[in-house]
């Protein structure tokens, strides 16, 4: 932990929980956390507020620590110009929001660390992001940059608040989303069309992925992608999702010996990565390549899944069942040192099965990367034959200094991979990923889930996406083991997101319940990004409970809320792929189906499988057997009254609109109802 083994005495961080103020601790910087104390302090001697925005596996925020914070004298300045502010922006997206928001607006690009300077009252006045000791790189030094605020300060000190002023009326306009005239005007499929041309326009034919180095993963494109496969039968949009999952799979960004991805590949090529792994980033690829298992039926697929799978319950997985929220970059200070290997040690431990494995992974002795350090990818179909090879080099691996972990739970995160668990397991028909959804799901609702409430992190209130990307992941549990405790724990947050995020007024959803005075702009997401936007998340998690719950309000919402990006969906659908997919959603039949008999028998499973192993990304899964979960859910959907299994075995009910076709319990004519697989 960076700056924990200094003599400084511990700073107010000390007391903090998350992992990325307390690698600040001992900084000689006066860090404050984000709080009435220092803001208190700012406003009593008017100093400026220096604001420090990162997270504990970023690795240029480590840079600027060691260069810049950990320094005595640079300390000093900060210490005696300003009153500083740390940050988790993984804790508090929405201080994030606010401040990226500025920085983007006032230099056209963001990034963490993000550096902001504010008046007493919080409004920016002085953005960017990483700045170095002295000047280089283009950018100014810190040092010199220190002085420069605190004399435009002193000298020109109405004309910052002045600025400050401008900045903030600025951002509360990029942040906030209101009505363009648009709403009541009839939604179409127009956006599916333009976006997926946008998507197709930078595809990347060779390599897969979208446009130019560096080339991130962005799941939230290829489920739109999928989707309108599924609904236009367009084989190119089928297509470039899975050479880009298979590219990727067989990449650097991949790690091939321990599972999981990293965050980024620096190259075109998917070969060298920014090693970081993120656990937002291990669940929504999981469930790409569950998608694409599904739709292509290609083993390669369902392996990169279960290997990440596999890899998150290992590595990412407190005992009690939590997830972990991500793992450095950086090993023994040093960034992807843990991955990399020279071919003097594979020659070592592998003896004469040295040159197979380094023609599969692509080895040599100059290296494919830097320094004769090479990382491994597939160059070879051969490698799927190594196994026995990749394991004996995982075992050595396990023995280097471990990258720093974050272990901040995140209860948004946290959905996301539940909601990849219970697909996988379905998909995969594997019950330990089902299990492991289970206990994670269990975790939150005893400690994150308080009348009705839930919390980001054990202090932290919960925000929209905490409550969508959890509700989605209930819903995708009880289609995994049909437990109707999650749907009903689903109902109950969605009823309080509605009640504390939703603008009735405008449409979509606030990210926060405005009960914080710190936060000076209400922001609604409009971005899918590396993750959906809560936006997204919840219009998509009011669309999937109206079809269990049949309740008017929800789909009034998700309509209100598709209303509200319609000229997103109109000018930039690229933007938006996640709310592309509610689009999909709201403009499909709702197909529904139920399958009657018992959930554990033999002649049930038989069936689901025939449901499970088809893309169905527009159906419900129901599974009744006369007991009391039926009777709740028939107050729900009348329809599910009179089903039952016919002569004593599981049958199915294809229902569309809740009109459905002639039961059947013959699993040959389940696969023809439902379509080709």
């Not at 504010?118 to 100014?140: E, I, N, Q, S, W």
């Not at 069942?321 to 592998?350: C, H, M, N, P, Q």
């Amino acid at each position: 932990m960076a700056g924990a083994t200094e003599t400084n005495k511990p700073n107010r961080l000390i007391h903090e929980t998350s992992p990325y103020l307390l690698q600040h601790a001992y900084n000689p910087v006066d860090w404050f956390p984000w709080g009435v104390e220092a803001f208190a302090k700012a406003r009593q001697e008017n100093k400026p507020i220096f604001l420090s925005i990162g997270y504990s596996t970023c690795h240029w925020c480590h840079v600027m620590e060691h260069e810049s914070f950990e320094n005595n004298d640079v300390a000093a300045m900060m210490n005696r110009y300003f009153v500083c502010i740390k940050v988790d922006r993984e804790e508090r997206p929405d201080i994030d929001r606010v401040y990226m928001t500025a920085v983007q607006a006032t230099t056209g690009s963001g990034g963490w660390p993000m550096s902001v300077w504010l008046t007493p009252d919080l409004k920016p006045f002085f953005c960017g992001t990483y700045f170095p000791p002295d000047a280089r790189y283009g950018r100014p030094g810190f040092k010199e940059l220190l002085q420069r605020v605190h004399d435009v300060w002193e000298a020109n000190h109405d004309a910052v608040l002045a600025q400050a002023g401008k900045v903030a009326e600025t951002v509360g306009q990029y942040a906030t989303i209101s009505g363009d005239g648009s709403q009541g005007r009839a939604l179409d499929d127009a956006p599916l069309q333009l976006g997926f041309e946008q998507f197709r326009s930078s595809y990347d034919e060779v390599n897969g992925g979208f446009g130019d180095a560096p080339k991130f993963p962005r799941p939230v494109g290829l489920n739109f992608l999928f989707r309108y496969f599924a609904r236009m039968n367009e084989v190119a949009a089928r297509d470039m999702g899975l050479h880009t999952l298979r590219a990727m799979g067989e990449g650097g960004m991949f790690d091939q010996l321990g599972g999981g991805f990293h965050r980024y590949s620096v190259d075109e090529r998917w070969l060298v990565s920014h090693f970081e792994k993120m656990l937002y980033d291990q669940a929504q690829l999981v469930s790409s390549y569950v998608d694409a298992y599904q739709i292509s039926h290609d083993p390669f697929y369902a392996d990169i899944a279960r290997r990440t799978c596999d890899y998150v319950l290992r590595d990412m997985t407190n005992p009690d069942g939590r997830f972990y929220s991500a793992e450095d970059a950086d090993s023994e200070g040093v960034e992807g040192r843990f991955y990399v290997w020279t071919r003097e040690e594979i020659e070592k431990i592998l003896g004469d099965r040295a040159d197979a494995f380094c023609r599969a992974y692509d080895v040599t002795t100059d290296g494919n990367w830097e320094h004769g350090l090479n990382v491994l990818h597939v160059a070879l179909p051969e490698a799927t034959k190594l196994a026995d090879e990749r394991t004996k080099l995982f075992a050595v691996r396990e023995k280097r200094v471990r990258p720093h972990r974050d272990e901040k739970v995140l209860t948004a995160w946290n959905g996301l991979m539940i909601s990849a668990l219970a697909r996988a397991s379905q998909a995969l028909d594997e019950p330990k990923y089902r299990d492991a959804a289970e206990r994670a799901a269990r975790y939150l609702v005893a400690n994150r889930l308080k009348d009705g409430k839930l919390t980001r992190t054990a202090k932290v209130p919960a925000m929209v996406e905490d409550y969508a990307f959890l509700g989605n992941s209930l819903v995708d549990l009880y289609e995994a083991d049909f437990d109707l405790r999650w749907l009903v724990w689903a109902t109950e947050l969605t009823d309080t997101m509605l009640a504390r995020f939703y603008d009735s007024k405008e449409g979509g959803f606030f990210q926060t319940d405005g009960r914080d005075p710190s936060v000076i702009v209400r922001a609604k997401e409009d971005y899918d990004g590396a993750e959906p936007s809560g936006n997204s998340m919840a219009a998509l998690l009011l669309l999937r409970l109206a079809e269990f719950t049949d309740r008017a309000n929800y789909r009034n919402a998700a309509d209100k809320t598709l209303q509200l990006f319609d000229d997103h969906l109109h000018k930039a659908p690229s933007t938006v792929p996640q709310m592309l997919c509610v689009l999909d959603s709201y403009r499909s039949k709702p197909k529904q189906i139920v399958i009657a008999g018992k959930a554990d028998a033999a002649d049930t499973r038989a069936m689901l499988r025939a449901v499970r192993e088809r893309y169905l990304p527009n159906a419900i899964v129901i599974v009744v057997d006369g007991g009391d979960s039926q009777k709740t859910l028939t107050k729900l959907l009348p329809f599910l009254e009179t089903i039952k299994p016919m002569d004593g075995n599981a049958t199915a009910h294809v229902c569309v609109n809740y009109a459905c076709q002639l039961p059947t319990n013959d699993r040959s004519k389940l696969a023809e109802l439902l379509g080709k697989r």
